[in-house]
């Protein structure tokens, strides 16, 4: 059965901030409560599982620590198709059970551990620990074809700044990147974008090592996910991949994207 969990109980047990899938539900539970349209969640419970869901906007966040039973899997998969969310991000032993047919495809991305590189440690003057919002932006709109809307992205953004729980860098006022969530010894960066006219100059290769060592005095390790186009480059810098990962991405035109969503599930 999957309810719509209304009290924070389920989402703050321990025992789901054990993984990215689980952490990530938590701090977004911990931004806006249970009260918010754009933000539900959902307990799913079948006789030998448990998991929760987390519909943020148009992503669809799933966690258990069970191995999903049949039921669990048919309940999920119906539940998807309902809901019909852009995008999907759960663990392997889930999203691989899943039955949701040619309506979305897979795509690879690498869980990597981030490292310090001290002798590409740039000055406190170079970074911005509190940019321009707009600035921000701009950076992230020239740089990614996906790019959230921006009244979304900021309303988020912005709300989240406030109570301490993301922290936005500039670098340089061409390089940005964004520690999404931090949990207990682990942080999860995203959002990773440089101008396009100060490309190759290192930018990005600098602000991380300078994330890394920042947290690293915290006594926390950075994360981050890459697809295969710049999985060479963190290769290159240093960063240690640690796992391998698939988004579920809802296809917009079935006819134009590939289905590999039955080969996924058998991999």
């Known amino acids: 059965m999957i309810r719509q969990l209304h009290s924070g109980d389920c989402i703050s047990a321990f025992g789901m901030r054990t993984t990215y899938w689980g952490k990530r539900i938590y701090t977004y539970y911990a931004a806006y409560g249970t009260e918010y349209d754009f933000c539900k969640f959902y307990g799913c419970t079948t006789d030998n599982c448990f998991g929760i869901i987390m519909i943020f906007n148009a992503t669809m966040t799933i966690w258990s620590q069970n191995e999903p039973d049949e039921t669990f899997s048919e309940e999920l998969s119906s539940f998807i198709l309902m809901h019909s969310p852009q995008r999907i991000e759960a663990p392997f ?34 970074v911005e620990k509190k940019p321009n919002l707009d600035k921000v932006y701009e950076i992230l709109k ?20 406030r109570r301490n729980l993301t922290t936005l860098y500039l670098f ?21 974008a440089t101008l396009k006219a100060h490309r190759g100059h290192g930018g990005a290769r600098k602000l991380l090592y300078y994330i890394a060592c920042a947290l690293e005095e915290k006594d926390k390790t950075g994360y981050l996910f890459a697809y ?36 996924y599930r058998e991999y």
Not at 142 to 161: A, I, M, P, Q, V
Not at 172 to 192: H, L, P, R
Request: hydrophobic share 30%; glycine share 4%; net charge negative.
């Open 93 to 126: 032993h889930i999203s691989a059970n899943l039955k949701i047919g040619s309506q979305y495809h897979t795509k690879q991305r690498f869980l990597f551990k981030m490292v310090t590189d001290k002798s590409f440690m740039v000055s406190d003057l170079c």
């Open 142 to 161: 020239e740089s990614f074809d996906d790019t959230t809307d921006y009244g979304l992205w900021l309303t988020d953004t912005s709300h989240r700044r």
């Open 172 to 192: 340089e006022k061409s390089t940005t990147a964004t520690v999404i969530f931090e949990d207990e010894s682990f942080a999860f960066i995203g959002q990773i």
């Open 228 to 263: 295969p186009e710049r999985k060479s480059f963190y290769e290159e810098i240093g960063f240690e991949c640690v796992e391998e990962d698939y988004i579920i991405i809802k296809n917009e035109n079935q006819s134009d994207l590939p289905n590999d969503f039955a080969d």
